[in-house]
Structures are given as structure tokens and as C-alpha cells.
């Protein structure tokens, strides 16, 4: 099975501002985000990016996106290079982030269409997939609601709608659960594991344990921007008690 996601040792550099210099009591007027990093990702599996904050994570699923270029290695997206053919790795893709923020005026219903538009898909496809979409999510009873009058858990549900208009074949989530109640959460890891099921390739980035119990069938553990650990979840479970107990063990001989 051909993976559909080859990262090939990235390395990502920012420059710090004098502010986060104070912030990360250092004098280093750069940080190294990602150091030399790599993985695959494939076809029916969903990979799990286990870390704590600022460990990489996000930086990796940026770089995956194309909403960053690495500064060293490249990025395999379904056949195209992150850096010498962004565009086609949009149109395979589906990422959601914090950082997606949706117009406050517009409602649910008029941003799902923009977004299908940008997407190319002609109106009757569209109406298809939010009329599927919007009932699996419970965003038909306020398709009409302004975005700025919906609870936080109903918006995060039309971000992620939003962020796979297209059926997208590979879905990158960054925190996916993160800040939903309970129920919301659920509601969201069940549609992965149906994704997955279709075949998707999914990423997720995470800090919760079990999160990656639950739905990963291949973990990658980073840290300080080194992915330390990369293997099958049935591995893990065969030698280690748990996700939780392989990390510390892990964390401790890197951070000693």
C-alpha cells in the first residue's frame, strides 16, 4: 500500500521577536520548530501526532498544508511536492485549525457555499453534501443563524464542515477535539473512524492520550521538534501498558 503523505526530513526555523526571546528565556534569535523530520501516512489509517505544546506539531501540519514552506526536505502529498506544486496538494486535502476563523456576519448555510464555490463544485453537488453534512452534525437547525450568535461547540462543527466541503481524500485535523464538550467530541471522533473507514487518510495532531487509544492506528511521538517515536498502535499496545506510559518513558530519556 502506497502511502499518501511522505514527509521527508523537514526542518522548520522561525525567528523570535524580542518579546517571545523573553517569553522562552533564551538569546537565540531563532528557533528550530521541526528538526529533520519524517513520517508516512497511509490510505484507511488514521496517524496520530502526539506531543505536548510546542513541540512541533502544528508547525509539521502547516508545512503539510502548504500554509508554510520547510526550510529543508519536502513533503509528498498524494503524488505532488508541497514546494513545487502547492495548489494540487490544496485541492487533496482537508485542514482544520484553530486558526480558521469564520466571518461573524455570515451564516452557516452562506459560508458552506463559498467555500463549495472555491472548491469547484457546482451547486447541485453542493447542495448534496451540506444537506448529508449539516444533518450528521445538527447544523440544519441553524443554517440561518448568524455565525457570531452560535454556541462555540456549533462553530467549531461548521469549521470542520467547512474544512472537508470538497470530500477531500486526505484530512489533516490540528486539535480536533480540543475545547468541545463531551458530547461535540464524540460526535467528531466517530466521524473519523467513518472517514477512515472510506479510505481516508487522516493526521491528527494531539496531546490527549486517549484520543490516540481511541482512534490511531499508527502514532508518531514528538518532542522539542524531533519525532522520537513512530510506529503502529498495535505495536504499542503489545509492548507497553499504554500510549500515556510509552510517552513518559520516552520523554524522560529525551528530556534527562
Not at 13 to 34: C, E, G, P, R, Y
Not at 43 to 67: D, V, W
Not at 196 to 203: D, L, N, P, S
Request: aromatic share 8%; glycine share 8%; with cysteine.
Amino acid at each position: 500500500m502506497n502511502a499518501k503523505i511522505i514527509v521527508d526530513g523537514i526542518k522548520k526555523t522561525f525567528k523570535l521577536s524580542k518579546k517571545q526571546m523573553k517569553i522562552n528565556k533564551t538569546d537565540n534569535k531563532k528557533k528550530v520548530a521541526v528538526k529533520g523530520l519524517s513520517f508516512q501516512a497511509y490510505p484507511g489509517e488514521i496517524y496520530g501526532l502526539l506531543g505536548p505544546n510546542g513541540a512541533g506539531k502544528t508547525t509539521t501540519l502547516r508545512c503539510i498544508s502548504t500554509l508554510i514552506k520547510p526550510d529543508e526536505g519536502d513533503i509528498q502529498v498524494n503524488g505532488y511536492s508541497v514546494k513545487e506544486d502547492p495548489n494540487n496538494v490544496r485541492k487533496n486535502i482537508g485542514f482544520l485549525t484553530s486558526d480558521l476563523k469564520l466571518e461573524e456576519f455570515f451564516t452557516p448555510n452562506y459560508m458552506f457555499d463559498f467555500f463549495a464555490k472555491l472548491h469547484g463544485l457546482s451547486k447541485e453537488e453542493s447542495e448534496v453534501r451540506k444537506l448529508d453534512m449539516f444533518e450528521k452534525f445538527g447544523i440544519d437547525k441553524f443554517s440561518e443563524v448568524k455565525i457570531s450568535d452560535l454556541s462555540t461547540g456549533m462553530r467549531q462543527k461548521v469549521q470542520l464542515v467547512i474544512s472537508i466541503v470538497h470530500d477531500p481524500e486526505i484530512i489533516i485535523f490540528d486539535e480536533p477535539t480540543n475545547g468541545l464538550d463531551i458530547i461535540t467530541a464524540k460526535i467528531v471522533t466517530d466521524f473519523l473512524i467513518e472517514l477512515k473507514e472510506k479510505g481516508k487518510t487522516i493526521i491528527v495532531s494531539t496531546h490527549i492520550f486517549s484520543l490516540v487509544e481511541k482512534i490511531c492506528d499508527r502514532v508518531g511521538i514528538i518532542i522539542d521538534g524531533e519525532l522520537i517515536y513512530d510506529d503502529l498502535m498495535i505495536s504499542v499496545k503489545d509492548a507497553h501498558d499504554s500510549v500515556e506510559a510509552l510517552f513518559f518513558d520516552l520523554a524522560g530519556e529525551k528530556l534527562s
